[in-house]
Antibody
Framework: QVQLVQSGAEVKKPGASVKVSCKASGYIFTSYGLSWVRQAPGQGLEWMGWINTYSGNANYAQNLQGRVTMTTDTPTNTAYMELRSLRSDDTAVYFC???????????WGQGTLVTVSS | DIQMTQSPSTLSASVGARVTITCRASQSFSTWLAWYQQKPGKAPKLLIY???SLESGVPSRFSGSGSGTEFTLTISSLQPDDFATYYC?????????FGQGTKVEIK
């Protein structure tokens, strides 16, 4: 069965970086893209970007350009999302989600809480 | 960017009621629209993709329709398990964007 398992919760200070991992299993990793979505406490869903797991090409949300990098390690079927220069408003649950060609985001990781606090 | 606006923001309904949630887009597009259900503390769950295609395993009381700038999610007979927050999302062009969510509460 398809599973996306994310790394554990993180607490970071303002200005630091965080790298969240998302390990995929149960399907051919490079056959589907992967998106990252975040959700601040009590707020809605915010799309952060998408990575083509075959080519490594990524497309990022404009408001995160320059601070976010999405990568993959195909031998381990793992995707990573790194966010730099963290601010308090980056405090959120971060989700990875499999992106089918036509089907939207059909499988989701369990979420990773990133807390940014001094 | 395509902005997605959902209405209503909150909806109170009884078990068995027919519920409709609307999602309006700032630009017209054809079918690349999805609907998700999210319960507190959980990841979103895909319900509908390509505007009207039911995801495998999702009950048939959920349906989606629309094109252009107006899309709807309908729950034909609300069940206790359906009380949650619902989001639409366009994936026709980058950046993909979500609606702000509609919370369905028990009346």
């Amino acid at each position: 069965q398809v599973q996306l398992v994310q790394s554990g919760a993180e607490v970071k200070k303002p200005g630091a970086s965080v790298k969240v991992s998302c390990k995929a299993s149960g399907y051919i990793f490079t056959s589907y893209g992967l998106s990252w979505v975040r959700q601040a406490p009590g707020q809605g869903l915010e799309w952060m970007g998408w990575i083509n797991t075959y080519s490594g090409n990524a497309n990022y949300a404009q408001n995160l350009q320059g601070r976010v990098t999405m990568t993959t390690d195909t031998p381990t079927n793992t995707a990573y999302m790194e966010l730099r220069s963290l601010r308090s408003d980056d405090t959120a649950v971060y989700f990875c989600a499999r992106a089918g060609s036509y089907s939207g985001l059909d499988y989701w990781g369990q979420g990773t809480l990133v807390t940014v606090s001094s | 960017d395509i902005q997605m606006t959902q209405s209503p923001s909150t909806l109170s309904a009884s078990v068995g009621a027919r519920v409709t949630i609307t999602c309006r887009a700032s630009q017209s597009f054809s079918t690349w629209l999805a609907w998700y259900q999210q319960k507190p503390g959980k990841a979103p769950k895909l319900l509908i993709y390509k505007a009207s295609s039911l995801e495998s395993g999702v009950p048939s009381r959920f349906s989606g329709s629309g094109s252009g700038t107006e899309f709807t999610l309908t729950i034909s007979s609300l069940q206790p398990d359906d009380f949650a927050t619902y989001y639409c999302q366009q994936y026709t062009s980058y950046p993909w964007t979500f609606g702000q969510g509609t919370k369905v509460e028990i009346k």
